[in-house]
Structure formats: C-alpha cells, structure tokens
C-alpha cells in the first residue's frame, strides 16, 4: 500500500512542477504548438514517467499514477472555480496587445510575441492594418482575439486548426 500512496505523492509533485513551469513560461506557448513544443511534450512525459511510478512498472502503478493525475487535477480546477486567490496566482490575465489602432510593443516584447506574430494572428482575423483594430488581446488560453474598429463592430477570435491536407502537405 504504501508503495501505491508513494506513486499519489510523486505524480502530485510532478504535476505541480508542471502547472508552475507552465505558469512561469507563459500562454503563449500553449495556443499553437509547433514541431519543437510537440518534442518536448513528449520528451517530459517520458522523463517524468519514472519520477512518478518509480521502480514500480506494471499496469497497476501505472493505472495509480494517472488516476491521480486525473484526480489532482479535477481538484486543481475545482479549487480555482472556488478561489479567486488561487486563480490569479495559477492562470494568467489577458493582456492587451493593440489599443485603438495602437501596438503596444513593450506588451508585446514581454510576452514574446513579435510583430510578425501580431501581423499573422491579423491577417488570421482579416484585419490587414493596426489602424483597423480597436482591440486586440493575448487571452489566457493563448490565442489572440481581435475587435476591429468597424461601424459594424464584429469580433473574430481565430484558433488555427490543422486539417487532414494542411499536415500532409508539410
């Protein structure tokens, strides 16, 4: 029994590495994954894997290690629902990259976002000038949503999504 309580407590502390180096390297890197993002996903499972079961291999402490994970994190969510301390401590804000026509590149610098970025995340929405945005903002899942300055005021918030053609192409 204790070598199963072993795996809860070591899958606990990886998941909490996790949810803060997440934390510390920013929503950027969560909205469009890359080549590079998709390695080292795979790469930290596989180097985590033995920190959380330990020497135990088989299908039971495997099955032990994910349920727990599955369980800290249904907990996770639940506390942030309920904490508004421990949301602002875990989840980032949104963060306004244009304003009225205007970029603000020191925003933009610190988050790591590059005009070409903002230009491209742009073009995604069909907005072709800074001038043409009242309101552009990284939001917490990554993404970048744009309110164009139109008299008919519409808002676009664009998530690439890869089809079938578009990874076979590549």
Known sequence: MYEYADIVVRSLSVYLFMVIALRIFGKKELSQLNT????????????????????????????????????????????????????????????????????????ATRLGISSEELSEAMREHGVEYFKNVKLAMLEIDGTISIITGDEHLRQTHYKRKHTRKDLTDH
């Open 36 to 107: 590079a993002d998709i390695i080292l996903i795979l790469l930290i499972s596989n180097s985590v894997q033995n920190a959380m079961v330990g020497p135990n291999t088989s299908l039971f402490g495997g099955l032990v290690a994910a349920l727990a994970l599955f369980i800290i994190n249904h907990l996770l969510k639940w506390s942030m629902r309920k904490s508004k301390w421990l949301r602002g401590v875990l989840q980032q804000k949104p963060e306004i990259l244009i304003h009225n026509g205007i970029v603000d590149f020191a925003m």
